[in-house]
């Protein structure tokens, strides 16, 4: 079993719907991150939580640490959202290295 | 536009042959960490360097070794390649530290092993 497991692995929407993905980890955490990754490969931080809830324009993470469990909210989605979604995690115990989840691919319909 | 480059950006190589990968940092940033990524997959954690000395290690085998330069830069070697180290090679520069710290991606390289 992964330490990060996230769901759904493909989400398909149509523009304008509410988006939510799902991150679950089973070890203890220091930071939680959330991160975008388009074709072609390149990755970019979106959001860095330890604990509560961040919102950046449209984007909306939350982290709830007792269960162990945070989701990725899009608001309005819109087609340049489409894009792989990744939660990684740094464990208390590896310093600053991350562990990943599988990624959940994101396809916005226009 | 994260200020971390890597190359190249395409590799082929063959079975048995070794291979260089190159990172540069963003300025300052004194962590570099590397990560393979398989096809459909996350990234998976190979090691880390800070002020070059090797600071943690994933599960992979020896022929897969690094390097920090004092500039911070950073390589990724790979000996006698195998099909299924074909892959995006990822590296992230970082402040060192625990916590909320950012990793800063660079765009990767994909390498081809036939």
């Known amino acids: 079993k992964n330490e990060v497991e996230q769901s759904p692995q493909n989400l398909t929407a149509q523009e304008g719907e509410f988006i939510t993905i799902n991150c679950s980890y089973s070890?203890?955490?220091?930071?939680l991150h959330w991160l975008q990754q388009h074709p072609g490969g390149g990755i970019v931080s979106l959001f860095m939580?330890?604990?509560g809830k961040k919102k950046h324009g449209r984007l909306i993470a939350t982290i709830n640490i007792q269960e162990k469990h945070s989701s990725l909210h899009i608001t309005a989605s819109h087609p340049r959202d489409s894009a792989v979604y990744i939660c990684?995690?740094?464990?208390?115990?590896?310093?600053?290295?991350?562990?990943f989840g599988e990624g959940t691919q994101l396809t916005v319909n226009p | 536009e994260t200020g971390v480059t890597q190359s190249p950006t395409h590799l082929i190589k063959t079975r048995g042959q070794q291979v260089t990968l190159r990172c540069s940092s963003q300025?300052?940033?004194?962590?570099v960490s590397w990560y393979q990524q398989a096809l459909g997959q996350g990234p998976q954690f190979i090691f880390q360097?800070?002020?070059?000395?090797?600071?943690g290690r994933g599960n992979f085998p020896p022929r897969f070794s690094g390097l920090q330069f004092p500039n911070y830069s950073s390589e990724l070697n790979v000996n006698a390649l195998e099909l299924d180290d074909s892959a995006l090679y990822l590296c992230?520069?970082?402040?060192?530290?625990?916590?909320?710290?950012?990793?800063?991606f660079g765009p990767g390289t994909r390498l081809t092993v036939t």
């Open positions: 992230a520069s970082s402040l060192p530290g625990t916590g909320l710290v950012r990793q800063y």
């Open positions: 070890v203890g955490i220091s930071a």
């Open positions: 939580l330890s604990s």
């Open positions: 990684a995690v740094r464990l208390e115990t590896s310093g600053s290295r991350l562990t």
């Open positions: 300025s300052g940033h004194n962590t």
């Open positions: 360097y800070y002020r070059e000395e090797e600071n």
